[in-house]
Protein backbone atom coordinates (compact mmCIF):
# COMPACT_ATOMS: atom_id res chain seq x y z
CA UNK A 1 0.00 0.00 0.00
CA UNK A 2 1.62 3.90 -0.96
CA UNK A 3 1.82 6.07 1.89
CA UNK A 4 -0.48 9.25 1.11
CA UNK A 5 1.23 12.68 1.65
CA UNK A 6 -1.38 14.49 3.25
CA UNK A 7 0.42 17.87 3.31
CA UNK A 8 0.40 17.68 -0.57
CA UNK A 9 -3.21 17.27 -0.59
CA UNK A 10 -3.40 20.34 1.01
CA UNK A 11 -1.64 22.52 -1.41
CA UNK A 12 -3.52 21.31 -4.12
CA UNK A 13 -6.85 21.89 -2.65
CA UNK A 14 -5.85 24.55 -2.09
CA UNK A 15 -5.49 25.39 -5.79
CA UNK A 16 -8.22 24.12 -6.69
CA UNK A 17 -10.26 26.92 -4.50
CA UNK A 18 -7.72 29.75 -5.13
CA UNK A 19 -9.72 30.76 -8.14
CA UNK A 20 -11.53 34.22 -8.49
CA UNK A 21 -14.84 34.40 -8.35
CA UNK A 22 -16.16 35.89 -12.20
CA UNK A 23 -19.36 35.89 -14.01
CA UNK A 24 -22.51 34.43 -12.87
CA UNK A 25 -21.40 30.54 -13.09
CA UNK A 26 -18.37 31.31 -10.85
CA UNK A 27 -20.07 29.94 -8.19
CA UNK A 28 -21.60 27.00 -9.60
CA UNK A 29 -18.01 26.11 -10.38
CA UNK A 30 -16.57 26.52 -7.08
CA UNK A 31 -19.40 24.06 -6.00
CA UNK A 32 -18.48 21.47 -8.65
CA UNK A 33 -15.16 21.42 -7.36
CA UNK A 34 -16.56 20.87 -4.21
CA UNK A 35 -17.88 17.75 -5.30
CA UNK A 36 -15.54 16.61 -7.32
CA UNK A 37 -12.93 16.82 -3.88
CA UNK A 38 -15.51 14.77 -1.50
CA UNK A 39 -15.92 11.87 -4.66
CA UNK A 40 -11.87 11.97 -4.97
CA UNK A 41 -11.79 11.52 -1.25
CA UNK A 42 -13.50 8.14 -1.33
CA UNK A 43 -11.86 7.07 -4.29
CA UNK A 44 -8.22 7.80 -2.07
CA UNK A 45 -9.69 6.66 0.96
CA UNK A 46 -10.23 3.69 -0.48
CA UNK A 47 -6.94 3.48 -2.57
CA UNK A 48 -4.12 4.81 0.19
CA UNK A 49 -6.01 3.64 3.81
CA UNK A 50 -4.58 0.14 4.86
CA UNK A 51 -6.50 -0.13 7.85
CA UNK A 52 -9.11 -2.91 8.22
CA UNK A 53 -12.12 -0.30 7.07
CA UNK A 54 -14.54 -3.53 7.84
CA UNK A 55 -14.27 -2.31 11.39
CA UNK A 56 -16.08 1.03 10.60
CA UNK A 57 -19.77 0.91 11.87
CA UNK A 58 -20.97 4.36 10.97
CA UNK A 59 -24.25 3.83 8.78
CA UNK A 60 -27.73 4.91 7.74
CA UNK A 61 -30.23 5.00 11.13
CA UNK A 62 -26.58 5.45 13.50
CA UNK A 63 -27.88 8.93 14.46
CA UNK A 64 -25.62 9.25 17.78
CA UNK A 65 -23.15 11.58 17.11
CA UNK A 66 -25.00 13.75 15.23
CA UNK A 67 -25.73 15.91 18.25
CA UNK A 68 -22.29 17.96 18.17
CA UNK A 69 -21.67 21.53 16.85
CA UNK A 70 -20.87 21.01 13.05
CA UNK A 71 -18.50 23.68 11.37
CA UNK A 72 -18.68 24.36 7.75
CA UNK A 73 -17.50 26.76 5.11
CA UNK A 74 -19.46 29.44 3.84
CA UNK A 75 -19.32 27.07 0.23
CA UNK A 76 -20.60 23.95 1.86
CA UNK A 77 -23.19 26.13 3.79
CA UNK A 78 -24.49 27.55 0.12
CA UNK A 79 -24.05 23.22 -1.18
CA UNK A 80 -26.56 22.35 1.53
CA UNK A 81 -29.01 25.21 0.99
CA UNK A 82 -29.63 24.52 -2.36
CA UNK A 83 -30.11 21.00 -2.01
CA UNK A 84 -32.38 21.63 0.68
CA UNK A 85 -34.43 24.14 -1.44
CA UNK A 86 -35.16 21.31 -3.64
CA UNK A 87 -37.08 19.19 -1.41
CA UNK A 88 -40.42 19.04 -1.53
CA UNK A 89 -42.76 21.82 0.24
CA UNK A 90 -43.79 20.10 3.04
CA UNK A 91 -40.13 18.39 3.81
CA UNK A 92 -38.82 21.99 3.21
CA UNK A 93 -41.36 23.63 6.27
CA UNK A 94 -39.94 20.62 8.72
CA UNK A 95 -36.55 21.63 7.95
CA UNK A 96 -37.23 25.69 8.10
CA UNK A 97 -39.35 24.58 11.25
CA UNK A 98 -36.58 22.02 12.95
CA UNK A 99 -33.51 24.87 11.66
CA UNK A 100 -35.38 27.67 13.95
CA UNK A 101 -35.89 25.52 16.93
CA UNK A 102 -32.58 23.95 17.19
CA UNK A 103 -30.71 27.30 16.57
CA UNK A 104 -32.63 28.90 18.86
CA UNK A 105 -31.33 26.12 21.03
CA UNK A 106 -27.64 26.23 20.32
CA UNK A 107 -26.68 29.23 19.22
CA UNK A 108 -23.56 30.35 21.21
CA UNK A 109 -23.01 27.41 22.82
CA UNK A 110 -19.54 26.15 22.60
CA UNK A 111 -19.14 22.15 21.63
CA UNK A 112 -19.22 21.05 25.18
CA UNK A 113 -22.11 22.94 26.24
CA UNK A 114 -23.89 21.44 22.83
CA UNK A 115 -23.11 18.21 23.67
CA UNK A 116 -24.96 18.38 26.85
CA UNK A 117 -28.18 19.13 25.47
CA UNK A 118 -27.88 16.26 23.16
CA UNK A 119 -30.51 17.76 20.72
CA UNK A 120 -29.95 16.43 17.34
CA UNK A 121 -29.02 17.83 13.89
CA UNK A 122 -31.86 19.00 12.33
CA UNK A 123 -30.87 17.06 9.16
CA UNK A 124 -32.20 13.43 10.59
CA UNK A 125 -35.14 12.01 9.29
CA UNK A 126 -37.52 10.16 11.13
CA UNK A 127 -35.86 6.93 10.39
CA UNK A 128 -32.58 8.51 11.95
CA UNK A 129 -30.94 9.26 8.20
CA UNK A 130 -28.86 12.12 7.12
CA UNK A 131 -31.51 14.04 4.68
CA UNK A 132 -28.42 16.04 3.06
CA UNK A 133 -26.17 13.08 3.34
CA UNK A 134 -25.00 13.25 -0.96
CA UNK A 135 -23.98 16.99 0.26
CA UNK A 136 -23.01 16.35 4.41
CA UNK A 137 -20.18 18.72 5.74
CA UNK A 138 -16.68 17.48 5.27
CA UNK A 139 -17.03 17.55 8.76
CA UNK A 140 -19.41 14.90 9.51
CA UNK A 141 -17.41 12.68 6.64
CA UNK A 142 -14.54 12.75 8.56
CA UNK A 143 -16.40 10.66 11.74
CA UNK A 144 -15.53 7.05 11.59
CA UNK A 145 -16.27 4.99 14.56
CA UNK A 146 -15.09 1.98 14.92
CA UNK A 147 -17.27 1.24 18.23
CA UNK A 148 -20.83 2.73 18.45
CA UNK A 149 -21.08 1.82 22.27
CA UNK A 150 -17.99 4.23 22.76
CA UNK A 151 -19.96 6.84 20.82
CA UNK A 152 -23.13 6.68 22.90
CA UNK A 153 -20.83 6.23 26.31
CA UNK A 154 -18.73 9.64 24.97
CA UNK A 155 -22.08 11.68 24.26
CA UNK A 156 -23.91 10.22 27.83
CA UNK A 157 -20.85 11.00 29.57
CA UNK A 158 -20.36 14.71 28.60
CA UNK A 159 -23.32 15.41 30.38
CA UNK A 160 -21.24 14.64 33.98
CA UNK A 161 -17.97 16.55 32.31
CA UNK A 162 -16.38 13.29 31.87
CA UNK A 163 -14.62 13.20 28.57
CA UNK A 164 -14.57 9.48 26.79
CA UNK A 165 -12.26 8.64 23.84
CA UNK A 166 -13.79 7.38 19.96
CA UNK A 167 -11.85 4.80 18.01
CA UNK A 168 -11.55 6.49 14.88
CA UNK A 169 -10.20 5.77 11.39
CA UNK A 170 -7.60 8.29 11.73
CA UNK A 171 -6.58 7.81 7.59
CA UNK A 172 -10.11 9.26 7.03
CA UNK A 173 -10.40 11.78 9.76
CA UNK A 174 -7.01 13.25 8.57
CA UNK A 175 -8.50 12.88 5.04
CA UNK A 176 -11.22 15.19 5.68
CA UNK A 177 -9.72 17.87 8.17
CA UNK A 178 -6.97 18.32 5.57
CA UNK A 179 -9.72 18.92 2.51
CA UNK A 180 -11.73 21.11 5.48
CA UNK A 181 -8.94 23.06 5.83
CA UNK A 182 -7.58 23.50 2.17
CA UNK A 183 -11.03 24.05 0.76
CA UNK A 184 -11.11 27.71 3.40
CA UNK A 185 -7.37 28.20 3.01
CA UNK A 186 -8.21 28.34 -1.39
CA UNK A 187 -11.48 30.57 -1.08
CA UNK A 188 -9.32 32.84 1.00
CA UNK A 189 -6.67 32.76 -1.28
CA UNK A 190 -8.80 33.70 -4.38
CA UNK A 191 -9.99 36.46 -1.58
CA UNK A 192 -13.40 34.82 -0.89
CA UNK A 193 -14.96 33.76 2.67
CA UNK A 194 -13.18 30.79 3.49
CA UNK A 195 -14.69 30.84 7.31
CA UNK A 196 -16.32 28.29 8.96
CA UNK A 197 -20.51 28.82 10.60
CA UNK A 198 -21.80 26.81 12.48
CA UNK A 199 -24.00 24.19 10.64
CA UNK A 200 -27.92 24.92 11.24
CA UNK A 201 -27.34 28.96 11.99
CA UNK A 202 -25.43 29.76 8.68
CA UNK A 203 -28.09 26.60 6.62
CA UNK A 204 -31.16 28.69 8.00
CA UNK A 205 -29.19 31.90 7.15
CA UNK A 206 -28.91 31.20 3.70
CA UNK A 207 -32.20 29.20 2.62
CA UNK A 208 -34.08 32.54 4.09
CA UNK A 209 -31.73 35.13 2.67
CA UNK A 210 -30.76 33.13 -1.43
CA UNK A 211 -30.14 36.20 -3.05
CA UNK A 212 -26.90 37.27 -0.67
CA UNK A 213 -25.42 33.97 -1.30
CA UNK A 214 -22.67 35.10 -4.44
CA UNK A 215 -22.23 38.63 -2.43
CA UNK A 216 -21.39 37.08 1.39
CA UNK A 217 -18.86 34.62 -0.93
CA UNK A 218 -16.99 37.36 -2.66
CA UNK A 219 -17.36 40.08 0.21
CA UNK A 220 -17.17 38.07 3.41
CA UNK A 221 -19.46 40.47 5.37
CA UNK A 222 -21.41 37.65 7.10
CA UNK A 223 -21.26 38.63 10.51
CA UNK A 224 -22.01 36.19 13.65
CA UNK A 225 -24.98 38.21 14.65
CA UNK A 226 -26.72 38.20 11.39
CA UNK A 227 -27.08 34.75 11.82
CA UNK A 228 -29.40 35.53 15.05
S1 LIG B 1 -25.50 16.82 8.52
FE1 LIG B 1 -26.17 14.69 8.49
S2 LIG B 1 -24.38 13.52 9.21
FE2 LIG B 1 -24.03 15.68 9.77
S3 LIG B 1 -24.78 15.91 11.88
FE3 LIG B 1 -26.50 16.44 10.49
S4 LIG B 1 -27.66 14.51 10.18
FE4 LIG B 1 -25.64 13.98 11.05
Given at each position: MEKYDFNSLLQKTKQRFAVPLIGSDGIDRLLSELNLVCADAEKLIQR???????LIVC?????????VNVSITLLEGIAIARFVRKFALDDLEQVRLKLDSLWSAV????DDERLVMRRKCAFLDANGSCTIYPVRPLFCRSISSTDVSTCRAAVAGSVFGEIKPVLMNQFQLQMYKVLFSGVGSGLEQAELDGRSFQLSGLVRYLLNNPAKEVTLLREGTLKWDDLY
Amino acid sequence: MEKYDFNSLLQKTKQRFAVPLIGSDGIDRLLSELNLVCADAEKLIQRYDDSDRSLIVCGAGCQDCCVVNVSITLLEGIAIARFVRKFALDDLEQVRLKLDSLWSAVRGLDDDERLVMRRKCAFLDANGSCTIYPVRPLFCRSISSTDVSTCRAAVAGSVFGEIKPVLMNQFQLQMYKVLFSGVGSGLEQAELDGRSFQLSGLVRYLLNNPAKEVTLLREGTLKWDDLY
